[in-house]
């Protein structure tokens, strides 16, 4: 009694993993079509962000001169393409229960990694910004934040300027895309400001021509399409002080700093030569010397009293 007890209590739950073995394989017939579309789904899916993914490397080849950005990029496409096809295939299973836990999991787990890394986004994404602006590219020569130098590269992190001394400054793309900057190379030409001074007994309208002859000498501005200019701005303590602005062709700071030393050193020999005098301050000193006679009148006096 007890051995058939025993052997009817050990079918039981053998009987119940075929019946539950048997439902899935029930399930499974009926599920074949559906299966059999959802890894269509998938491997098309899986084809088209290949697709997408060369696509858009060649799409961007001209535009982000950036290797790592257009991988970025492409790669970010793809797995967009992918999850579609990912979300398709478990509608097709009709698993909608798990779409929306994954979808579910997927907004946490976005909201948690954006947190943590939400310096690290902010730059990646300025970044992508940046490699897309059309008024910034590898080559130019910028000013900002306080330094100035040539794009030589505009990671997924950071912005590189290398400097004119040679050396190289790393700023986070967060920074230059909030913050102002002049680009020097967006155009072809700049405008040149020199301030200088002459003394008061000078003829105003030599030194005026002077100047503008060195101007049209050294920098011919009927070439470039543009005017010279030349005003006195103020009565100096020691000078009459004038701004003389004109322009030159150039992309750079260096261009700049080479053009306005070329222009001093033209004006500076050009002035000397018509002995028109550039005055600097002067200052004259006052030493008062009854401090030092009280003193040798005290020392005479104590040596008499001795």
Do not use: H
């Amino acid at each position: 009694m007890k051995e058939n007890e025993i052997i009817e209590n050990a079918k039981k739950p053998l009987e119940m993993i075929l019946g539950k073995l048997g439902d899935w394989y029930e399930s499974l017939i009926i599920n074949l079509p559906n299966i059999a579309i959802a890894i269509v789904v998938l491997i098309i899916s899986y084809l088209l962000s290949r697709l997408v993914f060369n696509l858009t490397i060649k799409a961007t080849n001209n535009r982000i001169k950036q290797k790592s950005v257009q991988r970025l990029v492409a790669r970010g496409l793809a797995i967009v393409v992918v999850l579609m096809g990912l979300f398709l295939a478990l509608g097709a299973l009709n698993l909608g229960k798990t779409l929306t836990g994954l979808l579910s999991a997927a907004g946490v787990s976005g909201i948690v990694i954006g947190l943590a890394l939400q310096g690290t986004l902010s730059n990646m994404i300025s970044g992508i910004v940046l490699s897309f602006r059309e008024n910034i590219q590898l080559g130019n020569w910028i000013e900002s934040s306080g330094f100035s130098g040539e794009v030589t590269d505009i990671n997924l992190n950071y912005f590189v300027l290398k400097e004119a001394d040679n050396n190289y400054v790393v700023i986070p793309n967060k920074t230059i895309l909030e913050s102002p900057f002049k680009n020097y190379s967006l155009t072809t030409q700049m405008r040149i400001t020199i301030e200088c001074g002459v003394g008061y007994g000078t003829d105003l309208e030599k030194a005026q021509r002077i100047v503008l002859d060195i101007i049209s000498t050294y920098f011919n501005q009927k070439d470039i399409g543009r005017e010279s200019e030349f005003y006195y701005t103020e009565f100096g303590d020691s000078s009459i002080n004038f701004i003389c602005r004109f322009w030159v062709d150039g992309e750079s700071s260096l261009e700049k700093l080479q053009a306005k030393s070329k222009a001093i050193i033209e004006i500076k020999k050009a002035f000397d030569k018509e002995n028109i005098n550039i005055p600097f301050p002067i200052r004259t000193l006052e030493f008062n010397d009854k401090l030092s006679l009280k003193a040798s009148e005290n020392n005479k006096n104590s040596i008499s009293i001795n």
